[in-house]
């Protein structure tokens, strides 16, 4: 089951470094974890979200764009301290979600 995971989402945890802020929770109260691999942030959202959006509280991520590691885009827009992540489709089910962004320099 993690072995499966890890073979689609391995690249937020091999080689990462815990981000700035290692971790935060969703306005639902869902775990957020962050990881950083050279100029791209993985945000590892612990279970299956049942929507689309995921509004992260006190974060913020200065990028636009990035994607889950199972497929399909991610748009991000910041309101304040709260940075809106928002999917094309909804989250495959698993023990967590893997998002990638490339950090602007």
Excluded: M
Aim: overall charge negative.
């Amino acid at each position: 089951f993690f072995g499966e995971w890890l073979s689609v989402n391995g690249e937020a945890i091999y080689g990462a470094r815990p981000w700035s802020k290692p971790e935060a929770e969703t306005a639902c109260g869902t775990s957020v974890r962050f990881t950083t691999k050279g100029d791209f942030l993985y945000v590892i959202v612990i279970g299956t979200p049942a929507f689309e959006e995921i509004q992260l509280l006190d974060t913020v991520i200065d990028t636009d764009k990035g994607e889950a590691l199972d497929g399909g885009q991610v748009v991000v827009e910041q309101q304040g301290s709260v940075c809106h992540l928002r999917l094309a489709e909804k989250f495959s089910k698993g023990p967590a979600q893997a998002l990638k962004f490339k950090l602007n320099a």
